[in-house]
């Protein structure tokens, strides 16, 4: 079934020009479009299906500096406070609260993990705060277990993956851009090597700027241009259960369950790295770049099956600007999940939190978490392509970044002095080998 998500109202044809338009509706997209909305651009937004329907609403919903690779963490400290500002300015509920999240172990080894990035984080100006066994046993009391270690983020929280991109995404409209549900972009149109348009199933928008935040598909949609983007996904299956169980933490991450207090009082099971990994063509093709990534998380892949190949968001075939494509016939990424894994998921919950051995299960969820062979993203204006910008790649760890990410690639795209040094987010680093370059946390 799909996870919850807003449904939101918006015209149905598209504007024959536009400043920039921005393909794809999920959290990377909507806040692109709402910084750029905000800085009087003329922007378009088009959503092949509906907004924020497929990860953007299918992920915990964690907003998090803790545990980033070094990479993300200047991202992550920004988008905290670009969190609470949308909010005000938007005057509805994003869900986003700084309420602080709480990790656990009883494993030396990952203590001493957490310890080590946590000095160098320290360093940064990141509130990260190492527990002791009685301060981790005290704070997990809802275990009713005793804990070797710790660690307390006050600083980070959640938001509602539920509202908060169909929420953005009519901030991009009352700012006075547009945005365009179940009109899936095609193409590019090009004049002297550069960005002259987009031609949508909905007809052809004229513009010298366009943002490719197309998730999963963007691989499939850069590869028709033909710059190479390297990406992969995997099937993260995820569970919720109903309220009545106020007692628990409001965020709890151990090994082998994390959990988190949904916006309606329910909250969010999942088990954090624990995926199927179905082929495709793109991933199939692009294997070498993937290898070390592979290599080191073996532990937590599963093997899938076929339902991403039939989706066709990681097809390496041409396609036409004049036909209906595989967006076209695939309007929203909805794979099953795991019956194995929902199980194994509630089954580990129940045994760690006795609180939610009676608690009802409301819904079970899929998506396709699309990630780099380094799981950093790109977010880059250097493509080959003059006028396009591609953000995308966000390898799980998205969603609490997405207005940063957003508010870099208006920086870029206006010329103005970036959120954040960009170097590290470029294309062109995949250009080598990836051994030693996997993110560590």
């Not at 899936?184 to 949508?200: C, P, S, Y």
């Not at 995997?234 to 933490?249: C, F, Q, Y």
């Not at 062979?373 to 969603?399: E, K, Q």
Request: hydrophobic residues 40%; glycine residues 12%.
């Amino acid at each position: 079934m799909p996870a919850p998500c807003l449904a939101i109202a918006t015209p149905d044809a598209v504007p024959s020009d536009a400043d920039c338009v921005v393909i794809g509706g999920g959290i990377v997209g909507v806040s692109a479009a709402y910084w750029l909305a905000r800085a009087g651009q003329k922007v378009v937004l088009v959503e092949k299906g509906a907004v924020g329907a497929e990860q953007s609403s299918r992920n915990w919903g964690w907003c998090r500096q803790q545990n980033r690779d070094a990479r993300e963490l200047p991202l992550s400290t920004h988008s905290l406070s670009l969190w609470e500002e949308m909010g005000a300015d938007l005057g509805d509920s994003l869900g986003f609260s700084r309420c602080g999240l709480l990790y656990l172990s009883n494993n030396p080894d990952e203590i001493e993990g957490w310890a080590r990035w946590g000095r160098f984080a320290r360093g940064e100006g990141i509130d990260t705060r190492m527990l002791t066994a009685e301060e981790a046993s005290t704070r997990g009391a809802a275990t009713g277990r005793s804990w070797a270690g710790g660690v307390w983020s006050p600083t980070d929280g959640t938001a509602d993956p539920a509202r908060a991109a169909p929420l953005i995404a009519k901030g991009v409209m009352k700012h006075g851009g547009h945005v365009v549900q179940t009109c899936a972009a095609r193409g590019l149109e090009l004049e002297a090597g550069r960005v002259a348009g987009v031609v949508t199933e909905k007809g052809t928008i004229r513009t010298r700027a366009v943002v490719v935040a197309g998730g999963a598909w963007a691989a499939s949609f850069m590869y028709q241009l033909g710059v190479a983007f390297p990406q992969a996904a995997v099937r993260s299956s995820i569970l919720s259960v109903r309220a009545g169980t106020p007692d628990l933490p409001a965020t709890l991450h151990t090994a082998p369950i994390t959990v988190t207090r949904r916006a309606n009082g329910g909250h969010t099971l999942a088990v954090s790295g624990l995926a199927n990994l179905d082929p495709t063509p793109g991933a199939l093709r692009g294997m070498q770049h993937f290898l070390p990534m592979f290599a080191r998380r073996w532990r937590v892949l599963r093997p899938g099956g076929a339902q991403a190949w039939r989706a066709g968001f990681e097809t390496r075939q041409r396609w036409s600007l004049d036909a209906p494509t595989p967006m076209e016939r695939m309007r929203i990424l909805d794979p099953r999940p795991s019956a194995r894994l929902i199980e194994l998921t509630l089954r580990r919950a129940r045994d760690l939190l006795p609180a939610l051995r009676d608690a009802e299960v409301d819904a079970a969820w899929a998506g396709y978490i699309d990630s780099t062979p380094d799981g950093v993203p790109v977010i880059d204006g250097d493509t080959g392509i003059p006028g396009l910008v591609l953000a995308a790649g966000l390898s799980g760890h998205g969603f609490g970044i997405g207005p940063g990410v957003g508010h870099l690639v208006a920086d870029i795209l206006l010329g103005r002095p970036p959120l954040t040094e960009v170097g590290q987010y470029r294309l062109a680093r995949f250009g080598g080998s990836q051994w030693g370059k996997v993110a560590e946390f």
